[in-house]
């Protein structure tokens, strides 16, 4: 659905939903200034740099391996210098987040892949994005302190017997959650 696109639309000047299917109610009425791009979730027919911000949520996580590069360099391309990718997907120390938890502790069934905020962090360096900023319990945490000692609290659970790792995991890390801004 579009429920948040709509929102959005209340306070931007231009909102444009990107999915690979039209999930609208029928009959359901779009402000004037938002638009739903339908596409085959590989060529997305957009100008470069005709983005401020793109958004993504619990997303990231159904892209096979082979797609996680280009979806970034997609992602990039659309962002005007400056701009900025907000994206939540599920932590991989508290998981598997899907149906794969029924059946044991590695994903097999929905997800693709899950993140740390480590391993999400050297996928954007790589993606050339120049920072990146966590959001916890809906507040962006912009100081570089805050981020680098959060990566290594982590990087410390991340070392724990697997099973001790989720237990903690599931209070710390249940979504890899970031802001990243475009060079």
Not at 33 to 56: I, K
Not at 89 to 105: I, K, L, N, Y
Not at 109 to 123: I, P, S, V
Request: with cysteine; hydrophobic share 40%; proline share 5%.
């Amino acid at each position: 659905d579009c429920r948040l696109g709509h929102a959005a639309a209340g306070i931007c000047a231009k909102v444009i939903g990107v999915d690979i299917s039209d999930q609208r109610a029928a009959g359901e009425v779009s402000p004037p200034n938002f638009s739903l791009v339908v596409y085959d979730g590989y060529h997305l027919d957009l100008p470069d740099g005709c983005a401020d911000v793109a958004f993504s949520y619990q997303f990231l996580e159904h892209l096979h391996p082979d797609d996680v590069d280009p979806h970034f360099e997609m992602i990039r391309r659309l962002l005007k210098p400056g701009g900025v990718y907000i994206f939540d997907s599920p932590h991989r120390f508290s998981g598997p987040h899907d149906v794969s938890s029924a059946f044991g502790d590695e994903l097999q069934c929905f997800h693709f892949q899950e993140w740390t905020y480590r391993g999400m962090r050297k996928l954007l360096r790589r993606h050339s994005f120049s920072e990146s900023r966590m959001f916890r319990r809906g507040s962006e945490r912009r100081s570089a302190v805050v981020n680098q000692l959060h990566d290594g609290v982590e990087a410390l659970v991340g070392m724990l017997p697997a099973r001790l790792r989720k237990v903690i995991s599931k209070k710390l890390f249940q979504a890899v959650t970031l802001a990243a801004v475009k060079d």
